[in-house]
C-alpha cells in the first residue's frame, strides 16, 4: 500500500500512543496526561487529523514527548535512531523511483534495496 507522507507520520505517532497508553483506557490516559479527553487520544492513536486543526498541537507534543520520548520531540513525531533511518531511507527511495508521488511501500523498499 502507497500512502502519503503525513498520514504516515500521523500512523506512527499514534502507533507510539498506543504502545505508551498500554492497558490504561483512553479516558485514564487523557486525565492523567492532560490531553483534552479519551476522544482525542482515539483520533491520535488512529493517526486522524481533524478538520481545521494540526494533527498535534504543541502542548499535546510537549506532553506526550515527555511521557514516550523523556522529552525528545523528535523521537515522538519520526521514531528512533532506526526508525528516522528507515522514513530517510523511504524518502530518498521515493524521490528516486517516483518524484513526488507518496511515499513507497517498506516491503516494497526493501525489495528493491536487496536488488541493487
Same mark, same amino acid.
Given at each position: 500500500?502507497?500512502?502519503?507522507?503525513?498520514?504516515?507520520?500521523?500512523? &506512527?505517532? !499514534?502507533?507510539? #500512543?498506543?504502545?505508551?497508553?498500554?492497558?490504561? *483506557?483512553? =479516558? $485514564?490516559?487523557a486525565?492523567?496526561?492532560? +490531553?483534552?479527553?479519551?476522544?482525542?487520544?482515539?483520533?491520535? &492513536?488512529? !493517526?486522524k487529523? #481533524?478538520?481545521?486543526?494540526?494533527?498535534?498541537? *504543541?502542548? =499535546? $507534543?510537549?506532553?506526550?514527548?515527555?511521557? +514516550?520520548?523523556?522529552?525528545?520531540?523528535?523521537?515522538?513525531?519520526?521514531?528512533?535512531?532506526?526508525?528516522?533511518?528507515?522514513?530517510?531511507?523511504?524518502?530518498l527511495?521515493?524521490?528516486?523511483?517516483?518524484?513526488?508521488?507518496?511515499?513507497?511501500?517498506?516491503?516494497?523498499?526493501?525489495?528493491?534495496?536487496?536488488?541493487?
Amino acid at each position: 500500500m502507497v500512502q502519503k507522507f503525513d498520514e504516515y507520520l500521523f500512523q &506512527e505517532i !499514534g502507533r507510539r #500512543v498506543l504502545t505508551a497508553r498500554g492497558n490504561l *483506557s483512553q =479516558e $485514564i490516559f487523557a486525565n492523567q496526561e492532560m +490531553i483534552q479527553n479519551a476522544s482525542r487520544v482515539s483520533q491520535i &492513536e488512529k !493517526g486522524k487529523k #481533524v478538520e481545521g486543526r494540526n494533527y498535534l498541537s *504543541s502542548s =499535546e $507534543i510537549e506532553t506526550l514527548s515527555k511521557i +514516550i520520548t523523556n522529552g525528545d520531540q523528535i523521537a515522538l513525531l519520526f521514531g528512533d535512531t532506526y526508525q528516522r533511518k528507515e522514513l530517510l531511507s523511504s524518502i530518498l527511495c521515493t524521490i528516486a523511483l517516483n518524484g513526488n508521488k507518496p511515499i513507497v511501500n517498506m516491503d516494497i523498499r526493501h525489495k528493491l534495496q536487496r536488488k541493487f
